[in-house]
């Protein structure tokens, strides 16, 4: 059974960091693409940085970029994210899929249960 499962969500103060971690287990994440999500009120989850199963450029969402960082290794996907602001503050969902070809919620079939992440003084 395909499962992912999201860690790492918490409160911060505005300028700080957390490290979100995305397991997968049931499957070997070496073939997926795989991203982090946000959701957006009244829209579908916004793709806020996804990577390719083969590596390559990661695409990151205009507003994370030089801050959030993506990676993977072994059957995890890490999202770092540096300078938090409060506009950062919602539930995070990690996603996976082999056949993802853009960072688009349409795109990936697997889903985490999201993470809560708020960036509040």
């Known amino acids: 059974q395909v499962q992912l499962v999201e860690s790492g969500g918490g409160l911060v103060q505005p300028g700080g960091s957390l490290r979100l971690s995305c397991a997968a287990s049931?499957?070997?994440?070496?073939?997926?693409?795989v991203g982090w999500f946000r959701k957006v009120p009244g829209k579908e989850r916004e793709g806020v940085s996804c990577?390719?199963?083969?590596?390559?450029t990661p695409y990151y969402a205009d507003s994370v970029k030089g801050r959030f960082t993506i990676s993977r290794a072994r059957n995890t996907v890490y999202l770092q994210m540096n300078s938090l602001k409060p506009e950062d503050t919602d539930v995070y969902y990690c996603a996976a899929d082999p056949g993802a070809t853009m960072c688009l919620e349409t795109d990936f079939a697997s889903w985490g249960q999201g993470t809560q992440v708020t960036v509040s003084s």
């Open positions: 049931g499957f070997s994440l070496d073939a997926y693409a």
């Open positions: 990577i390719s199963s083969s590596g390559g």
